[in-house]
């Protein structure tokens, strides 16, 4: 008994992710309102035990539903010099977009 398991790896945000269908998956920000489709850049596919990559996967697409909006950790920044009384503190919170995966031609 084998499990056909398909699965794409898709370039998202600067990043490459691992998605199949059903997933949510936290990216960079990206354009668009909730409910808007989106199409995500596929590197590679699996389906089953045949890969695909490289030239062949520019005919595939991975299409996905932006979920909502979220911001990543907060991030501390310090600086410090000694001996002169210098410091600086800096925050920053990454501005994040979940979308779930709806289907991978």
Request: charged share 25%.
């Amino acid at each position: 008994m084998s499990i056909q398991v398909v699965y794409a790896i898709v370039k998202a945000g600067g990043r490459q992710e691992k998605v199949s269908v059903g997933d949510v998956v936290v990216v960079d920000k990206l354009a668009g309102e909730v409910g808007d489709e989106v199409t995500l850049a596929p590197v590679m596919l699996v389906d089953g035990d045949k890969v695909t990559a490289g030239a062949d996967v520019a005919q595939s697409s991975v299409t996905a539903e932006i979920v909502g909006d979220e911001k990543g950790p907060k991030i501390n920044i310090l600086k410090f010099k000694n001996k002169t009384g210098f410091r600086k503190r800096q925050g920053h919170r990454a501005q994040l977009t979940a979308v779930k995966v709806t289907a991978i031609k």
